[in-house]
């Protein structure tokens, strides 16, 4: 498999779960970039043996994206005194609900995460976990975790 | 709505990255290079283990054997006794040609040892040759321990005949080794010649000048002198000394049949454990303790994206 063919089979998933993950969809078209850029720099270390070329942009992804919200906070830390940042109304894709949307923008990022990987990416426990850094016990109970404060906040807006 | 159907319409969303973003990538994804072939492990691994085999195989296999490292210094030693000429250990049939020189006066030593398991038999027999040659013994001396005995024996043999008696001796047993040594007088001698008709001379005058009685005796005394210590030379000339020396065969030494081809291999994993072991000790707690700093490192990174996360 070359860079190009995955490039193109994987745009789509890793530019989802940068938007999930980040609930901002301008930063996660940046953060696509950035992590395609990085991913072709690092391309010659990638093993198809290892795992799949998805697992392995989602792994560069999230490390893009960890960056990211560390800038973040530290530019957010910088301009406290300033005029707040523009929040940008979250938007996580064609055919959800508006009150899925909302309740999806209430999570914290870890748990958008976790539920951007299991579900929206389809991805099994294991190969989710490896891409957090956890163990797979500890993914599945951060899934669960986020789809019951999905379903509290759906009841509530119920 | 339950947790199933709430699955079900995250999992119905749609998310394209647009147009602008698929764009970039595909600019990006255009400057990547042709796919080279990589060396991964695997491949080195598949093109080390034979070189390195192979290297292995021709340090063990050219490696020169103990044994063959054992048998120069062997010769050596069977070598070193030689003062002028020695025969090594174990050439019984080639024992030194003394050579001859009947009309010159030579002082003819040699020295021949012997192994033979008959010490007491060689003995007489050396002796019985030796008398057979117009020869006689110095002196014998003979000790005998437990199974082993030695002999030593100073035998003079008319010095015509020593050529023979050598080769008669070296039948008695396997010789170990054999020295030669030739001093030739005949120049001294000649030197002692001249001297001597130079003074027969000066007596004559002397006689006729009537010199003093004591001055002529004087002078026929040193006449004298030179002309025993001639003779004596002559005489020692005449026989030629032969130091044998018989022993008996030594005690076998255990055979050394040196090392087989794996045992280059077999030394080199004993270094290789020792190498472990002291690695082991010494590298055993810096490494439990990088870990720990790793373990302390990777939690507080952990902790610190929780918390990131968290918002």
Known sequence: MTFQQAAEAHLDDVYGYLAWFTSDRFAAEDLTAVTFERALRLWHRFDP??????????????????????????????????????????????GLSPDLESALARLSAGEREVVALRVLLDLDAGTAARVLGISPTNCTTRLNRALRKLEEALHVAA | MSQRDLVAELRAARVEAPPEVRE????????????????????????????????????????????????????????????????????ATKELAVP???????????????????????????????????????????????KEATADLTLKVPRNHVQQAMSRLAQLGTIVAENVDVQDRTASLNATDRTIARLQKRLAELRAANAPKEQIAALTRRIQALQRSEAATRRAAHYAT????????????????????????????????IGAAYAFAIGGPAIVLLVLVWLAVRLVRRRREEALLSR
């Not at chain 1, 906070?73 to 979250?90: C, D, G, H, K, N």
Request: proline letters at 7%.
């Open chain 1, 49 to 94: 043996e290892r795992g799949s070329a998805r697992t392995w942009l989602c792994q560069i992804a999230r490390t893009v994206a960890l960056d990211h919200f560390r800038s973040e906070r530290r530019r957010a830390r910088r301009e406290e005194i300033a005029a707040p940042r523009e929040q940008v109304e979250p938007r996580f894709g064609e």
């Open chain 2, 24 to 91: 970039r990538v595909r600019l990006i994804a255009a400057a990547a290079p042709d796919p080279r072939r990589r060396l991964t492990w695997r491949r080195a691994f598949v093109v080390a283990v034979p070189v390195a085999a192979a290297v292995a195989a021709s340090i063990v296999f050219t490696r020169p054997s103990h044994h063959e490292q054992t048998a120069t210094p062997l010769g050596r030693v069977a070598n070193a006794p030689a003062t002028v000429r020695t025969t090594p250990a174990g050439a």
């Open chain 2, 100 to 146: 001859s020189a009947k009309q010159r006066v030579q002082i003819v030593g040699t020295t021949l040892s012997l192994r033979t398991r008959r010490v007491s038999d060689g003995v007489k027999r050396a002796v019985r040759i030796v008398t057979s040659l117009g020869g006689y013994p110095v002196s014998v001396h003979a000790q005998t321990a437990g």
């Open chain 2, 242 to 273: 032969i130091d044998l020396h018989l022993e008996t065969p030594r005690a076998a030494a255990p055979v050394h049949r040196g090392h087989g081809p794996l045992h280059g291999i077999g030394v080199a994993f004993r270094y290789i454990g």
